[in-house]
């Protein structure tokens, strides 16, 4: 016997703090060469939990609902059993990293006097947002005393992962032989508490903006597609024990190998603003368009001759 939890959930994106409901089906398949098999009862878990590599063998539950399938007793066909969660909590994005895990999951157990069988299968939730209200600009001034002034500036402060980061780089004063600039996307992961606080630096992103020493007054743009790069939102003290955050890397690289660089802190969100429907919907309006097809390829089969039917 094995059982499969085979979900059958639509592709279900909730907004942060939503209750959102999980369908799913678990079937349990006997062998018939082996004859009927007694248990102990059926369950099923929705559960949520953050784990944290570094502390093995400790999983954070923070979600943990379950139902009962099926009551001890003899089986002797495969069986199936459609159930249903409602209205569960599922407040942050699932997320992996370099130091955590966090994951939603389903996990069917049949219990047995020897051993239980169980069965697990992850579900992915993504957290959607709306535009921010406020989106400033931001503008900074970095340099060095009688050798570097410069002047950058970004669009925006927030971005949402399929954005594009717009901006401007202005030489104020140049008395440096700069060779290269760059910008980098840095995301650093922050876990644990207290003292056993880590710090988890990961480069995502290279852009090379100028190749070449600049002259003053020269004005560089910036344009940067954050779609191609496997990006999350902004997480910011999930569950008390991680936090995710993106910084704008601006480095500059002179003759001699010396590297300047100023980091600036950016918000990065997922877009919500684009509702799905439901699968039940769209498969009406699919059942709907076969059938005007159908009705009007009949309207049509009298005057067509014989050799297209043949085709159809």
């Avoid at 009551?71 to 199936?80: A, D, I, L, N, Y």
């Avoid at 579900?123 to 406020?134: D, F, W």
Wanted: hydrophobic share 35%.
């Amino acid at each position: 016997m094995r059982p499969a939890s085979q979900a059958e959930t639509p592709a279900r994106e909730s907004g942060v703090g939503s209750p959102a409901s999980v369908l799913a089906r678990c079937g349990l398949y006997e062998s018939p060469a082996r004859g009927p098999s007694q248990n102990e009862g059926v369950i099923v878990l929705d559960a949520a939990q953050t784990k944290l590599y570094y502390d093995r063998g400790n999983h954070h539950e923070f979600v943990s609902l379950v139902k009962d399938l099926a009551r001890p007793g003899e089986f002797t066909q495969s069986q199936t059993f459609d159930f249903e969660f409602t209205h569960v909590e599922k407040p942050y994005e699932s997320y992996t990293g370099q130091n955590v895990k966090l994951r939603y999951f389903l996990r069917a157990t049949v219990s047995r006097r020897l051993n239980d069988v169980v069965k697990e299968m992850d579900i992915v939730v993504h957290t959607l947002s709306t535009y921010p209200e406020l989106n400033s600009s931001i503008k900074m001034e970095v340099g060095i005393e009688d050798c570097l002034h410069i002047e950058f500036e970004y669009n925006k402060s927030k971005y949402h992962l399929k954005d594009v980061i717009v901006g401007k780089i202005y030489f104020l004063l140049v008395r440096i032989k700069i060779k290269h600039m760059e910008i980098d996307i840095i995301k650093r992961e922050t876990t644990g508490t207290g003292p056993n606080v880590y710090h988890e630096n990961d480069t995502i992103a290279k852009y090379e903006i100028m190749d070449g020493a600049p002259v003053r007054g020269e004005s560089i743009p910036i344009r940067l597609f954050l779609a191609g790069y496997e990006l999350t939102p902004t997480m910011r003290d999930i569950n008390k024990k991680f936090s995710v955050r993106y910084y704008l890397n601006l480095v500059l690289i002179d003759e001699e190998e010396r590297r300047y660089f100023k980091q600036q802190e950016v918000v990065l969100w997922r877009k919500g603003d684009i509702v799905r429907k439901s699968m039940s919907h769209q498969a009406a309006i699919a059942s709907q368009r076969f059938e005007g097809t159908s009705s009007h390829a009949e309207a049509r089969t009298p005057s067509q001759p014989a050799e297209n039917n043949s085709r159809q």
